[in-house]
């Protein structure tokens, strides 16, 4: 059973469009995070959701707008797409916010064309 | 604030070699520090991380990290590198206070090992 799991792994789409990114945990964890990993690798958070409240929403344009249903489902939506968006986007959870480790997800390649 | 410095983005060793991969942070207090391996087009990892106690955590895939609080590092060593070693390593501090939940990650370090 994947623990954490992102649909879709590949996503590749034009300039404008709006596009979206699911993503469930089986963990049973209270917190959920969406990872950006840039052209050079480096990871950086965006947004996290602990029992389905926002608690960190990082310097992030507001095109992209996350959404928690439940507290195993972390979705992130993206309106107007633009080149810049082409990235590696992360989905993660643990079970507190605090001390303990993330559980990533495989990643959703987004290419903006 | 919390950050992390991996020195050295590349590594290279032979196959038996030691691997030492280094990382130093920057934090106001005491860290709970992680090390991630990222395979090619896959999710992060997680090798060990230290949170309190003991300073010499070990990890999957036979990694061990020493948390060293006088010279703020958290270097990753292995002590015969394998072929399926070949990946990109990160290590992360997770934020306390202000920053809390946010874990920070350095820029990566990819090894390669060569047969």
């Known amino acids: 059973d994947t623990a954490v799991s992102q649909t879709p792994k590949y996503l590749v789409t034009q300039m404008g469009n709006d596009k979206s990114i699911k993503c469930e945990q089986n963990?049973?964890?209270?917190?959920m995070y969406w990872y950006k990993q840039d052209s050079k690798k480096f990871l950086k958070i965006m947004f996290s959701?602990?029992?389905?409240?926002?608690?960190i929403n990082e310097t992030v344009p507001n095109r992209f707008s996350p959404k928690s249903p439940d507290k195993a489902h972390l979705n992130l939506h993206i309106n107007s797409l633009e080149l810049g968006d082409s990235a590696v986007y992360f989905c993660?959870?643990?079970?507190?916010?605090?001390?303990?480790?993330?559980?990533f997800g495989q990643g959703t390649r987004l290419t903006v064309v | 604030a919390q950050s992390v410095t991996q020195l050295g983005s590349h590594v290279s060793v032979s196959e038996g070699a030691l691997v030492l991969l280094r990382c130093n942070y920057s934090s106001s207090v005491p860290p709970y520090l992680f090390w991630y391996v990222q395979y090619p087009n896959q999710g992060l990892q997680l090798l060990l991380k230290y949170t309190t106690g003991a300073t010499l955590v070990k990890g999957i895939n036979g990694f061990e990290a020493e948390f060293k609080k006088s010279e703020t590092s958290f270097h990753l060593t292995k002590p015969s590198a394998h072929m399926s070693d070949a990946a990109e390593y990160f290590c992360a501090v997770k934020g306390r206070g202000s920053t809390l939940g946010r874990l920070y990650f350095g820029r990566g370090t990819q090894l390669t090992v060569w047969p």
């Open positions: 959701y602990n029992n389905k409240e926002l608690i």
């Open positions: 993660a959870s643990s079970l507190t916010y605090s001390n303990t480790e993330a559980f």
């Open positions: 963990l049973g964890h209270d917190t």
